[in-house]
């Protein structure tokens, strides 16, 4: 199974991207990697299940993105104040974003979210594929946020029934949960993210 397909909604453990020669938080590969799968920050570390609440920031109704559009800390900033949320400490942020805009999550963005601390990003928005440059940061989302800070990312997210239910409850915020499979050494899992109005 390829759990980190773009048509696949699933969560990325904290060993799924290298910096260097480690992997979050700070393990030597050699020590990390064991036998062809992760020894340490698998998709197990994330626990069994993931409880919080979810604030959705909506570009699609709210502010539609140009072609190619790196979001930035600004942007979150300025459709968090439109949509009348506030983001705490702990929050589930997700993102969604028109797929044919080939819209991604810029180095700001991932600033503001460490600035927010943020506990897990979903999307159907990821890095800009393919990166404006090449080097160990031009996937910021992933080579920062995921390696560096140890930010838990649901790639590949479905969102379009969430923002039917957040217009037909007149809110963008709910209670989220999920729980990755137990796959030991597993770098990703398939996830179902449901959310509780």
């Not at 979050?24 to 799968?37: C, D, K, M, N, S």
């Not at 963005?109 to 897990?120: C, E, F």
């Amino acid at each position: 199974m390829n759990t980190h397909h773009h048509t696949l909604t699933h969560l990325d453990a904290l060993g799924h991207i290298t910096t260097g020669d480690t992997v979050y938080p700070g393990v030597p590969l050699t020590e990390a990697i064991h036998e062809g799968r992760l020894a340490t920050s698998d998709v197990t570390a994330l626990g069994p299940a993931i409880f919080t609440r979810g604030v959705l920031l909506d570009f699609v109704t709210a502010n539609p993105l140009a072609k190619r559009h790196p979001i930035s800390g600004e942007d979150l900033d300025h459709l968090a104040r439109r949509q009348g949320v506030t983001l705490k400490s702990g929050d589930a942020l997700v993102v969604r974003a028109d797929p044919t805009s080939e819209a991604g999550i810029a180095a700001s963005a991932v600033r503001w979210m460490h600035h927010h601390q943020i506990s897990v990003y979903l999307g159907d928005v990821s890095d800009l594929f393919p990166p404006p440059r090449l080097g160990p940061l031009a996937l910021p989302l992933h080579q920062i946020g995921l390696a560096r800070m140890g930010l838990p990312i649901v790639d590949g997210a479905h969102l379009d029934p969430l923002a039917t239910a957040c217009v037909d409850h007149a809110r963008h915020t709910f209670a989220l949960a999920m729980g990755p499979l137990p796959i030991h050494g597993a770098t990703g899992s398939p996830v179902t993210p449901l959310a509780l109005f």
